[in-house]
């Protein structure tokens, strides 16, 4: 039994450090880019590629909310942005798929980093992917004149406190937060290890996970990833990497499935609550992400050493 406690205080340890010290120095820096007003430069830059996906320029400031902070900030851009647009389901929908992809990359890419994979493939993938599923829903849509209705927001933000004192306070409660979630998830997969039911759900898994060209040994923190999100799942497998337990190809392919499918429950309610439609940031979300893996796992076993090396892992990543 102290051993058990022994080795989980242990994990904790690592986990929470490596995610904290990730976490906490960018979070500062992207609150300094955003007094700076560097929010609104880039928001400029996406303006126009808004149009490329049938949305408004406008929307623009929604992604870039959403890709320098959290989902949950682009929420409240979009409830005031929103006000001045007349937006259908499909545009909504559309828009979720870009914030779904290609959110808090500055603390989600870095933690990509820190486990192995190349920034710029982490940004790539995601941006690169949230515009084609955009692309090709928005096509669908208008040619089957799907979810044309106006949207209708029941959703309504609580107030802020949007001073710096309440901003660090929120920080703070979300890092405590995580720091819960962290000790309770550690302790349930060493559970469900002494168990055995870690290898019953690799063994339940191992058809869909052999399409997607993952081992079990990256199971249950895909599983983690895949429904908590990437900070939870990326933690993980950063520890897990360090200690030589999985493959340097089972980090990319769990890291490059959970850079496009990740916290499937939450996010996928918060979606919900803008107005977008269920099968589009749900199952069109999965489908996607599962054919790009498939692909993506079978093209990477065929790529020499030196093109892992230059353009998709680094040195946080052994090879094996």
Not at 185 to 197: Q, R, S, V
Not at 290 to 302: E, G, H, Q, S
Request: hydrophobic residues 55%.
């Amino acid at each position: 039994m102290k051993t058990f406690f022994k080795e989980l205080l242990i994990e904790i340890w690592d986990v929470s450090y490596t995610l904290f010290k990730l976490m906490i120095p960018t979070i500062i820096v992207v609150k300094i880019l955003e007094s700076l007003g560097f929010l609104e430069y880039f928001a400029l830059v996406l303006g126009p590629i808004m149009h490329w996906v049938g949305l408004p320029e406008s929307m623009g400031i929604v992604w870039a909310t959403t890709i320098l902070t959290n989902i949950y900030a682009g929420m409240l851009v979009f409830f005031y942005a929103q006000q001045a647009e007349t937006l259908t389901v499909a545009q909504v929908t559309v828009l979720c798929i870009l914030m779904l992809f290609a959110h808090g990359l500055p603390v989600e890419a870095r933690i990509a980093q820190q486990a192995g994979i190349r920034l710029r493939f982490t940004l790539l993938l995601r941006v690169g992917g949230g515009l084609v599923l955009a692309w090709i829903l928005n096509k669908l849509y208008l040619e089957f004149d799907y979810l044309q209705e106006v949207n209708q927001l029941s959703w309504q933000p609580e107030p802020a406190d949007t001073s710096l004192l309440g901003w660090a306070k929120g920080q703070i409660e979300s890092l405590i937060m995580i720091q819960i979630i962290i000790v309770g998830l550690l302790f349930a997969l060493k559970i469900l290890k002494l168990l055995g039911i870690e290898k019953l759900m690799g063994y339940m898994l191992s058809p869909l996970l052999r399409m997607l060209g993952i081992s079990r040994q990256a199971t249950t923190i895909t599983i983690v990833g895949f429904t908590l999100g990437i900070s939870f799942g990326g933690g993980l497998l950063i520890n897990e990497a360090r200690q030589g337990h999985v493959s340097r190809r089972d980090i990319f392919a769990s890291m490059s499935l959970l850079a496009l499918c990740h916290s499937m429950i939450e996010d996928t309610i918060l979606m919900l609550l803008l107005g977008a439609d269920f099968a589009g940031v749900f199952w069109a979300r999965i489908i996607f992400s599962f054919i790009v893996i498939a692909i993506l796992t079978r093209v990477m076993d065929l790529l020499p050493a030196r093109v892992w090396d230059k353009h998709l892992t680094n040195k946080h990543i052994q090879p094996g």
